[in-house]
């Protein structure tokens, strides 16, 4: 909330709550970013300073002000492939999503296919954001190198980066650590090591010569 848009964004939401409408908003740590708690300006730093969230008996046991007891809170989870059910509904995810891309030479079932699934999933976690990010970043490579498809082999040779996205803001905790895409590239550096054939070790002493 240390940014003008966020603090409209607030005023915007206030000024709703005087209709008689029903508003359904979607986020990423709302609790954490302050958005619906009450804050006070600082003349120091020009922002808006938030006190920590406290818990107090309500229907919404995060709600510490009216903005908040006005909104009830449903967290939703990542996709999930350890059941049936969250196997099926991974699938059906991949499977609106595949339908909107237009490739020239797509093959059926892009996303579904064979070990795609299981690779997606193991990429990005089941958290849509990464998900949609990198098969965004897929398709542009996709284009610029005329393959015009999406594979396993081309997908791999992608890093999800959320740190050029514009108008994110990591100190706001937009821009999350990837800790599976930075733990393999320290784990291909270690194994890979130090080619040390051409090291100069010195020349031989005098008394060897």
Known sequence: ??????????DLIRDLMSLNVTLVLIG??????????EGRHDPRSGQL???????????NDEAATQTERRFDMVNLDPFHYDTPAGITAW???????????????S??????????PEYLFRRTGGIV?????????GCTKAVESGKENLTIGLLDELTINLGN??????????????KSEADSAQGQQRKRGRNT??????????ADA
Do not use: C, W
């Not at 054939?197 to 005098?206: M, Y």
């Open 1 to 10: 909330m240390h940014r003008e848009d966020d603090q409209d964004t607030l």
């Open 28 to 37: 990423v740590n709302i609790p954490g970013s302050g958005l619906l708690r």
């Open 49 to 59: 300073v938030f006190p920590p969230v406290k818990r107090g008996r309500s229907y």
């Open 91 to 105: 699938i059906a995810h991949l499977n609106g999503i595949e339908k909107q891309l237009r490739l020239f030479r």
């Open 107 to 116: 093959t059926p079932r892009l996303l579904t296919r064979n070990t795609m």
């Open 129 to 137: 954001g990464l998900l949609k990010r990198l098969i965004e970043d």
């Open 165 to 178: 996205v514009p108008d994110r803001d990591a100190a706001a905790g937009e821009v999350p650590a990837l």
């Open 197 to 206: 054939v051409f090291d100069d070790r010195g020349g031989r002493p005098a």
